[in-house]
């Protein structure tokens, strides 16, 4: 199993930045990539972005394409989702996720952090 972790949630103000971190731990060894999703009430969660574990190839929903970006070091277990030019529209509950080889979804789930972009 893998456990995850987030930190970096926060209140920002409009056109601001934040760093969101995922610690993974455990059988990191079984990971194939990390995801980072989100959820607002009433919605479904989402996709945001999602890097591969070893080779770094990454992926972004259309809606934050040039405004995050999705990173990993694996050498200090760590994967962080950089987020600039907030919008209000990013408020959200951000949780990151782990795909583990042989597995077709994303099954491990962290607790998430709140998100909160303010105008």
């Known amino acids: 199993q893998v456990q995850l972790v987030e930190s970096g949630g926060a209140l920002v103000q409009t056109g601001g930045s934040l760093r969101l971190s995922c610690a993974p731990s455990g059988r990191t060894s079984s990971i194939y990539a990390m995801g980072w999703f989100r959820q607002t009430p009433g919605k479904e969660r989402e996709f945001v972005a999602a890097?591969?574990?070893?080779?770094?190839?990454?992926a972004y929903a259309d809606s934050v394409k040039g405004r995050f970006t999705v990173s990993g070091d694996n050498a200090k277990n760590m994967v962080y989702l950089q987020m600039n030019n907030l919008k209000s529209e990013d408020t959200a509950v951000y949780y990151c996720a782990a795909q583990r080889k042989d597995y077709r979804a994303y099954d491990c789930w962290g607790q998430g952090t709140q998100v909160t972009v303010s105008s």
């Open positions: 890097i591969r574990w070893s080779g770094g190839s990454t």
